[in-house]
């Protein structure tokens, strides 16, 4: 088992540009979620698929972010018009559902974005 | 909705004693899950332990247990012998019916010779 796949690892793009981060999960998992990460903060939820379906969209997620699960495996985050405020470390993790470990969350690595 | 809170910034402990970090939570819910994880500077967040709310006895894992008080909704975790290694922020975190995690804000652990 590979465990979260997560690139770019690091991303530095100028304001207003547009930026996507690429995440695979573990494999079989069906559950995938997005978090946003600040300096000296703990992880803040933005969204979470289960297979292909987005069930749940926190109000941090503005219209210009945009997050897809096309297949029910990987799944790409896109935020558009980027903002500085967007700076931050986006994690993605994934959980198998169902399972007596189906509520326990693996995380990857992480995104760093930077906006300049 | 579920807070998880975490009252010390930051803690230290000599090499090879013990440090019990706190969490308390709240929540509405009667199952659910509680979780500690490491997130060493390499900022990967590690799995630690994890308590489900259905149990009684405390988890443990190698030099890592819980004192899980569902009453007080309190969570501690206790590192015993601890090494270098362990020097990180460490998070707890909430999972009930929505399946999504609520973290605290953490508290940096120092771990000194």
């Known amino acids: 088992d590979t465990g979260v796949s997560q690139n770019p690892r690091h991303k530095i793009t100028k304001r207003g540009q547009n930026v996507t981060f690429r995440c695979d999960p573990i494999?079989?998992?069906?559950?995938l979620y997005w978090y946003r990460q600040t300096l000296g903060q703990g992880p803040e939820f933005l969204t979470y698929f289960q297979n292909e379906a987005q069930l749940e969209k926190s109000r941090l997620l503005s219209d210009r972010f945009s997050a897809e699960r096309p297949k029910g495996s990987f799944s790409t985050l896109e935020i558009q018009r980027t903002e500085q405020g967007d700076s931050a470390m986006y994690l993605c993790?994934?959980?198998?559902?169902?399972?007596?470990?189906?509520?326990?969350?693996?995380f990857g690595e992480g995104s760093w974005l930077t906006v300049v | 909705a579920q807070t998880v809170t975490q009252s010390q910034p930051e803690m230290s402990v000599q090499e090879a004693e013990t440090v019990t970090l706190s969490c308390t939570y709240d929540t509405s819910e009667s199952d659910y899950y509680l979780f500690w994880y490491k997130q060493p500077p390499s900022r990967q967040m590690i799995l630690v332990i994890r308590?489900?709310?259905?149990?009684?006895q405390n988890a443990t894992e190698n030099r890592f247990s819980v004192n899980f008080q569902k009453a007080a909704k309190s969570f501690s975790l206790k590192i015993s012998d601890s090494q270098l290694g362990d020097a990180a922020m460490y998070f707890c975190?909430?999972?009930?019916?929505?399946?999504?995690?609520?973290f605290g804000t953490g508290t940096r652990l120092q771990v000194t010779l």
């Open positions: 494999s079989e998992h069906n559950r």
């Open positions: 975190a909430f999972t009930g019916t929505a399946s999504k995690l609520t």
């Open positions: 308590q489900e709310a259905y149990k009684q």
């Open positions: 993790a994934s959980s198998l559902v169902g399972l007596p470990s189906g509520n326990t969350i693996y």
